[in-house]
């Protein structure tokens, strides 16, 4: 079946600290890929996404890579503010277009 | 940009009573789709709509149903509100490219 394993967190960081939240996937063929954003009290936004093998999704300084090979979406920011703390999610879409799968979130705090 | 609704951001209700949870979105989107959220159980999905008048059970869909009369509109009903039912509700809607786009959330005690 589809599932998508995030890192545990809290992931703690200094402000402009470099950031990775790890994302691997399991998946029939090739799904779409999304880093969603949860700040506190809020719903969900959508940050990015991937949809073919090597594509790179990117958006206010935070970037994944979508790798095939080792079936991974790794999230990334080279300087973390304060205001980035937040609950991230991993997300896939399988090619049948049915349910978006989603990982367990991590918690990052910066400070 | 797409904008999703829910009616309320904080309801307290008591056991045994009849709740609805209003969702609106303003994009023409065909998918909807109502999650609850719990801490350490990340996303559950708990019904989800493909078109107008149609619904179908996600994963944990006991003790809730759901109406679609109008496209723009999803709602979510428990029908006996019970305290494991406490939550944060998130409503989204899905663009035909895959990713979603989420309301604020109800937060929602059972007392």
């Known amino acids: 079946g589809n599932s998508v394993t995030q890192m545990e967190g809290p992931v703690t960081l200094s402000e402009e600290a470099f950031l990775t939240i790890n994302c691997t996937y399991t998946a029939t063929g090739y799904p779409s890929l999304f880093w969603y954003v949860q700040y506190p009290g809020e719903g969900l936004q959508l940050l990015l996404k991937a949809t073919k093998a090597d594509d790179k999704g990117s958006n206010k300084g935070f970037e994944a890579t979508y790798r095939k090979e080792t079936t991974s979406f790794h999230l990334e920011k080279g300087s973390v503010q304060v205001s980035d703390s937040a609950v991230y999610f991993c997300?896939?879409?399988?090619?049948?277009?049915?349910?978006?799968?989603f990982g367990t979130g991590t918690r990052l705090l910066v400070s | 940009d797409v904008k999703v609704t829910q009616s309320s951001r904080y309801l307290v209700k008591r056991t045994g009573e009849k709740v609805f949870l209003e969702c609106v979105q303003d994009m023409d989107h065909e998918n909807m789709f109502w999650y609850r959220q719990d801490p350490g159980l990340g996303l559950r999905l708990i019904y989800f709509s493909y078109d107008v008048k149609m619904k179908e059970k996600g994963d944990i869909p006991e003790g809730y149903s759901v109406s679609r009369e109008k496209k723009e509109r999803f709602s979510l009903i428990l029908e006996s509100a019970s305290t494991n039912q406490t939550s944060m509700y998130l409503c989204?809607?899905?663009?035909?490219?895959?990713?979603?786009?989420f309301g604020e959330g109800s937060r929602l005690t059972v007392l």
């Open positions: 989204a809607s899905r663009k035909n490219t895959g990713e979603l786009f």
């Open positions: 997300a896939l879409i399988p090619l049948s277009f049915q349910k978006l799968v």
